[in-house]
């Protein structure tokens, strides 16, 4: 996986591009106008980061990710780690954490999210929520996070995931598991690429978590030899009294731990990854609930926004609660 360091003098356009910003979470030109100046001024300032994240587009980087280290955060400005996530969207700040992260983002693709996501925010505010302790979501701490590609359910997924880690915990590890690290027999393969398995709706989108309760489809697809991921370990099973697809989601799953790649995310850090040629975790940590708990910023990208029009009756950008069968 690639790590790229962002000079200083890069990481600081973000703070003037943010500065007087005010009302991109509720005013969609606000958001926009930050969206657009800010991958303007990225494009201007660092061609060889764009090149690479357009490489990154392109499926052209080993194991689907890329990690980049050196963005500025105002730990003042931010203030704590929110626990109402309304509440920090109305902070008198300058928005340059979302600047940043926009922008990457942005050169990669079409930001979007699905309505039924923290409100429909274009970005989204992780951290610990008290309650969710144990729930496979992202808000989630005392359980593992297992193995999943993000909205698996959804034929609207995403193709990439963008990450700015506001604050790091060294507790926690992030993990990548690239799918073609995954050793599989021709037979397995064939499987995992058959409508044989039950992918539930995961808390965080409004389901059960339960697999029964989900939708039913592959594993894996692609043409061509191409080996794409749609699956979440936490929420998925084989359709009941299936032994043979049974067996191969196991293995898949073993093969994705012995692949992992595993990183400790800090403050200033832009994670961008394949949600189609990766599957990603989160290790286990006790929240603390204090104001510093760690805390991320994240947006969904799509490399085609036209595969979710029909379901974008609200909001250029914002993907309705609709499922479309998988």
């Keep these: 996986m690639i790590e790229r360091q962002i000079k200083p003098e890069v990481a600081a356009i973000f703070t003037e591009v943010a500065r007087g910003r005010r009302g991109i979470y509720r005013d969609h030109d606000a958001f926009e106008s930050l969206l657009q100046d800010a991958k ?28 980049f280290h050196g963005l500025l955060v105002d730990q003042g400005a931010m203030g704590e780690s929110p626990q109402d996530e309304e509440a920090f969207q109305e902070k008198d700040r300058d928005p340059s954490t979302e600047a940043a992260l926009l922008a990457f983002a942005a050169v990669a693709g079409e930001v979007f999210a699905f309505a039924r996501q923290h409100g429909g925010a274009l970005v989204q505010n992780v951290t610990p929520v008290k309650g969710h302790e144990y ?36 507790r926690v590890q992030t993990a990548l598991a690239p799918v073609d690290r995954i050793p599989l ?42 080996r794409f991921v749609r699956i979440d370990m936490d929420c998925a099973a084989a359709v009941a009294g299936d032994d043979e697809a049974a067996a191969a989601l196991q293995k898949f799953h073993d093969g994705a731990n012995a692949a992992g790649l595993y990183v400790t995310l800090r403050e200033g850090d832009i994670f961008l990854f394949d949600n189609r040629r990766v599957m990603h975790a989160r290790t286990p940590f006790e929240p603390r609930y204090d104001g510093t708990d760690r805390w991320l910023q994240r947006v969904i990208i799509s490399d085609d926004l036209g595969r979710s029009a029909d379901r974008r009756t609200n909001h250029l950008r914002v993907v309705e609660n609709e499922l479309v069968d998988a």
């Design 40 to 67: 303007a001024a990225l494009v201007e300032a660092d061609p060889e980061t764009v090149e690479l994240i357009e490489q990154f587009a392109r499926a052209e980087v080993p194991d689907g990710g890329i990690l």
């Design 185 to 226: 027999t021709d037979e397995e393969d064939a499987v995992l690429r058959q409508p044989r398995f039950m992918h539930g709706i995961d808390k965080a989108s409004g389901g059960t978590g339960r697999p029964e309760d989900g939708v039913q489809g592959p594993a894996l697809y692609g043409e061509n030899g191409k």
């Design 135 to 170: 729930d496979a979501v992202g808000t989630g701490s005392r359980s593992l996070l297992d193995w999943h590609s993000e909205d698996a359910f959804d034929d609207a997924h995403p193709q990439f995931v963008g990450l700015f880690c506001v604050r790091g915990d060294e």
